[in-house]
């Protein structure tokens, strides 16, 4: 079936440093890809989205292209915040039915 | 996008009580889902709420244990009967919007459930 794959948190960078995290999946026919962001204490949020092969989803100065040779969805972000604190998670979508597909969440940490 | 409203935001029950929890959007939406976040881990979803029809759950949700409800557009209500602590987790719900990408879902703010 469906799976999507995250690098394993928690990701502890200084402020202003690049950040890199990275996602794959599996899935049949071509799935819409997805960035969820939870910061601390609530709901989320959707960060960005891409819905066929060489798209490159952009919000907030993140960026995750859909790469549909390596079957990835990287998520990257050029100088972090300390305000990107928050729990990422990579999801997608198999357009066989609506549900969403999540991996397990990647926590970073951004210090001043 | 739309505005999802959860109630309650948060609440602790004894075990075997049950707890309903509702989903109001601003919008009409196409989709309602309702999904789980056992502390720790990663969403799993509970079932597709139905308007005017039973809800579709996933492997391993049953409507005896997690009813829904969907009376309207823009309304749904999770119930989460007899409750152990195992069910303690954060219960999301989701929803499509009407004329949008079908593939997109926006979350509510979800409700914190303990379970003592």
């Known amino acids: 079936g469906d799976s999507v794959t995250q690098m394993e948190g928690p990701v502890t960078l200084s402020e202003e440093a690049f950040l890199t995290i990275n996602c794959t999946y599996t899935?049949?026919?071509?799935?819409?890809l997805f960035w969820y962001v939870q910061y601390p204490g609530e709901g989320l949020q959707l960060l960005l989205k891409?819905?066929?092969?060489?798209d490159k989803g952009s919000n907030k100065g993140f960026e995750a292209t859909y790469r549909k040779e390596t079957t990835s969805f990287h998520l990257e972000k050029g100088s972090v915040q300390v305000s990107d604190s928050a729990v990422y998670f990579c999801?997608?979508?198999?357009?066989?039915?609506?549900?969403?597909?999540f991996g397990k969440g990647t926590s970073l940490l951004v210090t001043p | 996008s739309a505005v999802i409203s959860q109630k309650p935001s948060r609440d602790i029950c004894q075990r075997g009580t049950s707890l309903t929890i509702q989903c109001q959007v601003d919008?009409?939406?196409?989709?309602m889902f309702w999904y789980r976040q056992q502390p720790g881990q990663s969403l799993t979803l509970i079932a597709t709420a139905n308007q005017g029809s039973e809800a579709t759950y996933e492997s391993g949700f049953v409507i005896d244990k997690f009813p829904i409800s969907r009376p309207n557009l823009t309304f749904s209500t999770l119930t989460v009967s007899n409750m152990s602590p195992e069910d303690s987790s954060i219960y999301l719900c989701?929803?499509?919007?009407?004329?949008?990408?079908?593939?997109?879902?926006?979350f509510g703010p979800g409700t914190r459930l303990t379970v003592l």
């Open positions: 989701s929803v499509a919007l009407v004329g949008a990408s079908t593939d997109t879902q926006y």
């Open positions: 919008s009409q939406v196409t989709m």
């Open positions: 999801a997608l979508n198999s357009n066989s039915g609506y549900a969403l597909n």
């Open positions: 899935a049949t026919g071509y799935p819409s």
């Open positions: 891409a819905t066929k092969a060489d």
